[in-house]
């Protein structure tokens, strides 16, 4: 059973850095598609960035060079945040995506405020 555990999340002033890490279990040894999501309340839940098995990464002109997706082995993919602004306060997802079925763990709340 693949599950996702995301952490990192929490409040943090305007200008402030945040580092979200997402861990993956049960998907053995093989490298997977990963993303970032995000959903405001009353809001859609948007990409904000992703990377594939391959390592290539996307993310979402909103947050271009300020976040910046990596992973470190098959199982952990973290979201480095700076320069963060009120506009990035959501719930952030991880997603995985393994045999055309997408995964999803169950959150870290980012609030950016003063």
């Known amino acids: 059973q693949v599950q996702l555990v995301e952490s990192g999340g929490g409040l943090v002033q305007p200008g402030g850095s945040l580092r979200l890490s997402c861990v993956a279990s049960?998907?053995?040894?093989?490298?997977?598609?990963m993303a970032w999501y995000r959903q405001a309340p009353g809001k859609q839940r948007d990409l904000v960035a992703s990377i594939t098995s391959a390592g290539s990464s996307n993310y979402a002109d909103s947050v271009k060079g300020r976040f910046t997706i990596s992973r470190d082995d098959t199982k952990k993919v973290y979201l480095q945040m700076l320069s963060l602004k009120p506009e990035d306060t959501a719930r952030y997802y991880c997603?995985?995506?393994?045999?055309?079925?997408?995964?999803w763990g169950q959150g870290t709340q980012v609030t950016v405020s003063s």
């Open positions: 997603k995985l995506r393994k045999n055309g079925l997408d995964y």
């Open positions: 049960g998907i053995g040894f093989n490298i997977y598609s």
